[in-house]
């Protein structure tokens, strides 16, 4: 077998656990929401930002960057904002998200 067809079928492999570490995550975040005000803050946080870990490095083993990941989130976040949203609407959530995003870079 060829080096790249190994790279190739790695490269699948990696994505698939990855796909399937995200369903796992958000189904652990899902289940510490169902506990209410007795799940550690720590616990919610640790889904959260596993859940946006993996999906940067699976937009990155897709092809996409992570810069244009970012410029896309912005994209939706202004359109969101223009048409106000229910999230924009109800706290600013968005421009909030946006500015964040756009001070980072």
């Known amino acids: 077998m060829k080096k790249e067809s190994l790279n190739i079928m790695s490269d699948v ?5 990855l796909k399937a570490q995200l369903l796992c995550i958000i189904g652990e975040f899902f289940r510490l929401l169902t506990k209410g005000s007795n799940v550690a ?4 946080l ?3 930002s596993g859940a946006i870990i993996i999906l940067y490095i699976l937009a ?20 969101g904002m223009i048409e106000e949203d229910l ?6 959530s968005l421009s909030k998200l946006y500015n964040h995003i756009k001070e980072r870079n």
Not at 41 to 44: F, G, K, L, P, T
Not at 60 to 79: F, I
């Open 13 to 17: 492999k990696i994505i698939e656990d």
């Open 46 to 48: 640790d889904c959260i």
């Open 87 to 92: 999230v924009e609407k109800n706290g600013k």
């Open 41 to 44: 803050v720590e616990a919610i």
């Open 60 to 79: 990155e083993r897709l092809g996409y960057s992570y810069s244009a990941v970012d410029e896309t989130m912005q994209k939706k976040l202004k359109v």
